[in-house]
Structures are given as structure tokens and as C-alpha cells.
């Protein structure tokens, strides 16, 4: 249950501090807290949280409600350079940056049962491993038994 927007044209430092007062809350309360921010980039902040709402809404069923921001991430993005003419015929470099924005929900309860199946399913794959590397081992020792008997034959 995610949201991206790409190339947004606003350095990543600048957005990072709108994206650190929605990290880890609940869904409606970034929303409110986004709306009081008085930085540009609270808007299209905004924005990519209501579109991973809708993502997970339509496409996971899940109720708005029990959603929370789980992790924003703020990415640098493509850089333009531009040119400022300087004194004495010298320039220098002006860099436009922009960011990537994305941002992961997750059910407040469902991290618990996942990690728990999870847990069910590596138990179950060591077992086999345990069960194979038995059979290896068997079958490794017939033959060191069979390669004795032969020495033992030769040398009789």
C-alpha cells in the first residue's frame, strides 16, 4: 500500500521536513497535521497520502481507519545545473534539485500476523533442510563403508 511522486521540483532537504511531521502516525491525523503546515511542500505531500489511501482502499479493501504511515521516504532526484554569469567573465553553478516522494501505509494489526506466518514458514523450511541433510549424511556414510570393505577386499 503505497504512493509515489516523481521529479517534484523542490529540493529533498526542504521536503524531508514536511515528510518527518507525518512519520508514523495515523492516516487522519497527518492528514490534519499536513494541512497546517506552513510549507510548500505540505501540498503535493498531501496528495501522495491520499493517493496511497485510495491505493490501499481500492485495492486492498482495507478500511481508512486503521491505516498509518509506516515510512516516507524523500529521494534526491535529476539535478538541472544552470549558469549564473559572475564578475570578470567567470560563472558559477546554480543547481535545481528535485526530490522523489514516497510513502508506505501499513494496517495497524496485520505486521503481527504476518510476522507470525512468517515465523510458521521458516520452522517449516529448516525442517526439510534438517530431513535432507540427513539423508545426505546417510547416504555419504554408505558409501565411506562401502570404500573400506573394497580396501579391505584388495588387501586380503
Known amino acids: 500500500m503505497k504512493a509515489a511522486l516523481q521529479n517534484y521540483r523542490q529540493s529533498p532537504r526542504k521536503v524531508r521536513v514536511v515528510a518527518d ?4 502516525k495515523n492516516v ?4 490534519k497535521a499536513l494541512s497546517f503546515v506552513p510549507r510548500r511542500a505540505a501540498e503535493p505531500v498531501s496528495k501522495v497520502l491520499k493517493s496511497a489511501i485510495a491505493n490501499a482502499v481500492n485495492n486492498f479493501q482495507v478500511d481508512a481507519d486503521s491505516l498509518f504511515v509506516k515510512e516516507v521516504q524523500v529521494n534526491k532526484a535529476v539535478t538541472l545545473k544552470r549558469i549564473m554569469p559572475r564578475a570578470r567573465g567567470s560563472a558559477s553553478r546554480i543547481n535545481k534539485r528535485s526530490s522523489h516522494i514516497s510513502i508506505i501505509l501499513e494496517v495497524k494489526g496485520e505486521k503481527v500476523t504476518a510476522i507470525s506466518e512468517k515465523a510458521v514458514s521458516v520452522k517449516a523450511e529448516k525442517t526439510t533442510k ?25 588387501n586380503k
Open 28 to 31: 487522519n491525523d497527518a492528514l
Open 130 to 154: 534438517k530431513v535432507k541433510a540427513e539423508k545426505v549424511e546417510t547416504s555419504s556414510e554408505a558409501k565411506v563403508i562401502k570404500t573400506k570393505k573394497t580396501v579391505k577386499t584388495k
Open 21 to 24: 511531521v507525518i512519520r508514523g
